[in-house]
C-alpha cells in the first residue's frame, strides 16, 4: 500500500508573493530549500558560485511569471511569507546592477543575472514540467546539485523524494484521500466536513493555533482585496493591462475613498442584495485580488496564485450579503461573529483541494486551468454550501458540479503573463462557485450521476490527454492568437 499524503490546511492555503505560485512561489521555497541542504552539507561557507537552470515550463513562461526574479530573492534568504512587496524591484536591481547576491542574507558571491540563470526552453525533465536544478560551485572544486520539482500551490518536491513523505508525518484521527473516505468519517461520526478537518489539524498544533492562523490568512486575503480594490494604473509586463478592480468600485462606492478596510466594509453592505449590485461586487473582490497577484503583490495561494481571487471573493460574498453582522457592530465583535464561519469555510475549502491534489494535480502546468481555477471554484462550492447549510452530501456535490463546469479549461497566458485570461477567469470562478452552491442545496445527492471522486479522476484523464501547448507554456490558445501588436508590445 502506497503512503498516504498528509495535507494540512497551511498547506493549501500559503501566503506568499504573486504572481504564481507554481512558477514564483515554488521556485522562491526550492531556493531557500537548497540553502538549507548546503547548510547541513557543511558547505555554505565554501560556495564560490551559483548557478540555475531552470526547464520545460518554468523556462518557457518564467521571464512572465517572475520565476528568475523568485530564485534570486529566495537564494537571498529572503521569506516569501514576510518580504517586503514594496521593495520588491529595488531589492532585484540592486542584485542585477551589483552582479552580486547576499547568499543566505550571510556571504557575498558574484551572481551574473542574465548567465547564472539558465532557461532551457527545450528540455524538460521527466518527473514534472516544472523543474530546476541548482548547482553550487565549492572551493574545493567540487559541485553540490539538487533538483526541484515545483508541483503546484507553493508545493515542491526535491529529487528522489516521496511526495507522500514531504513533512512532518502525524497519526491523524480522519486519515483520507478521497471524497467517499471524507463522506464516511462524516457520517460515521456526525460531523459536518470542517470539524473532520479541524480534529485532523490537531495533530499538527493546537487549536488555538489553528484559528489564530486561519484567521491571519483570512486577514491578507482581505487586506489583497482591500488594497486591490484602491490601486489604479497597468499591471507590469509589457500587455499594458489596465487595473479594473478600483473603476469597479468607485462605481460602486460613487467615487469615495476609504482608509480602512472596516469602513470600506460597511459601504458595501450599505447597497442592498440586489443581484446585480451583487454580482459587481463578487466580480470586484475577484478581480482586486488577482490584479494585486500580477503586479507581485501579496496574496494567499488557494490553491494557486493564479486562483488566489475565488475563494476570498465568495467568502467576502457569503459575509456581506448572505450573513452581514450588523452596520452597528464594532470591529471587534464583528471580528468575533464572522471569526467561526471565516474558520468553517477555509477548513471546507482546504480538505476539498486536497482531495484534488491527492487524485488528481492543481498544477496547470500538468493540467491545464482547470486544475486552478476549476480545483479553486470546487473547494469555494462545497464551503459555501456548509455555511449555507448543506449537508457533507451537498458539499460535495457543490464541489463536483463546480469541476465539472471547468473540466478541459487549458492554461494559455498571453506572453506567460498572469494577466490574460487568467485575471478574468477568477472573476467566473467565483459565480460558478456561487451557482453550484445553489444548485446542490435545491437538490437530491443520492439521485446525482456522478460524484466528486468521478470528476476529480475525469479531471486527471483530461489533464493526460490535454495537448501540453495547453498547459501553462504560453504555446498555444490564446498566446498565440492575439494580434501581433499585443503580442510583441
Not at 130 to 155: C, H, P, R
Not at 230 to 243: A, D, I, M, N, S
Request: with cysteine.
Amino acid at each position: 500500500m502506497t503512503e498516504q499524503e498528509q495535507i494540512s490546511v497551511f498547506d493549501m492555503f500559503k501566503i506568499g508573493v504573486g504572481p504564481s505560485s507554481s512558477h514564483t512561489l515554488g521556485p522562491w521555497r526550492s531556493a531557500l530549500a537548497f540553502l538549507e541542504s548546503v547548510r547541513l552539507n557543511n558547505s555554505f561557507n565554501s560556495i564560490l558560485k551559483i548557478k540555475v537552470d531552470l526547464f520545460g515550463s518554468l523556462a518557457k513562461t518564467g521571464k512572465g511569471h517572475g520565476t528568475d526574479i523568485a530564485m534570486i530573492l529566495g537564494l537571498s534568504g529572503y521569506d516569501p511569507v514576510t518580504f517586503d512587496v514594496d521593495n520588491l524591484t529595488n531589492t532585484v536591481n540592486g542584485i542585477v546592477e551589483s552582479k552580486k547576491l547576499k547568499l543566505g542574507g550571510e556571504k557575498d558571491i558574484e551572481f551574473i543575472f542574465e548567465k547564472d540563470i539558465e532557461m532551457h526552453f527545450s528540455k524538460s525533465l521527466d518527473f514534472h514540467p516544472n523543474a530546476l536544478t541548482i548547482t553550487a560551485t565549492i572551493s574545493d572544486g567540487n559541485k553540490f546539485e539538487e533538483t526541484y520539482y515545483s508541483v503546484g500551490g507553493g508545493f515542491i518536491v526535491k529529487e528522489g523524494e516521496n511526495p507522500a513523505s514531504v513533512g512532518k508525518r502525524v497519526q491523524l484521527k480522519y486519515p483520507g484521500d478521497n471524497a467517499a473516505q471524507l463522506l464516511k468519517h462524516c457520517a460515521d461520526t456526525g460531523l459536518p466536513v470542517s470539524q473532520i478537518v479541524m480534529q485532523n489539524e490537531l495533530s499538527w498544533r493546537t487549536e488555538s493555533e489553528i484559528k489564530s492562523g486561519l484567521l491571519n490568512i483570512w486577514k491578507t486575503m482581505t487586506e489583497c482585496v482591500f488594497r486591490g480594490a484602491q490601486t489604479k494604473g497597468e499591471l507590469p509586463g509589457g500587455l499594458r493591462v489596465t487595473r479594473r478592480a478600483a473603476s469597479l468600485n468607485a462605481k460602486l462606492t460613487e467615487g469615495k475613498k476609504y482608509s480602512t478596510y472596516d469602513e470600506w466594509k460597511k459601504v458595501i453592505r450599505s447597497g442592498g442584495n440586489d443581484f446585480k449590485y451583487t454580482l459587481d461586487w463578487v466580480t470586484c473582490f475577484a478581480l482586486a485580488v488577482n490584479e494585486e497577484n500580477a503586479s507581485f503583490g501579496r496574496v494567499v495561494t488557494s490553491p494557486t496564485n493564479g486562483a488566489a481571487g475565488v475563494i476570498p471573493a465568495v467568502l467576502m460574498y457569503y459575509n456581506n450579503f448572505i450573513n452581514p453582522v450588523s452596520l452597528n457592530t464594532t470591529a471587534e465583535e464583528e471580528s468575533a461573529l464572522l471569526a467561526e464561519n471565516n474558520i468553517r469555510f477555509l477548513l471546507t475549502a482546504s480538505e476539498i483541494g486536497s482531495i484534488f491534489k491527492k487524485g488528481a494535480t492543481i498544477s496547470a502546468a500538468m493540467g491545464g486551468c482547470q486544475a486552478e481555477i476549476g480545483v479553486s471554484s470546487a473547494m469555494a462550492a462545497g464551503a459555501l454550501t456548509e455555511l449555507l447549510g448543506g449537508d457533507p452530501k451537498q458539499v460535495m456535490m457543490a464541489a463536483e458540479i463546480a469541476m465539472e463546469h471547468h473540466l478541459g479549461l487549458t492554461c494559455d497566458p498571453i506572453k506567460g503573463l498572469v494577466q490574460i485570461p487568467c485575471i478574468e477567469r477568477n472573476t467566473m470562478g467565483a459565480v460558478k462557485a456561487i451557482t453550484a452552491a445553489q444548485l446542490s442545496l435545491n437538490s437530491d445527492p443520492s439521485k446525482a450521476k456522478v460524484s466528486l471522486d468521478d470528476v476529480v479522476k475525469t479531471m486527471w484523464n483530461t489533464a493526460m490527454e490535454m495537448n501540453n501547448k495547453f498547459k501553462e507554456t504560453a504555446e498555444g490558445g490564446l498566446a498565440t492568437n492575439v494580434p501581433i501588436s499585443l503580442s510583441e508590445c
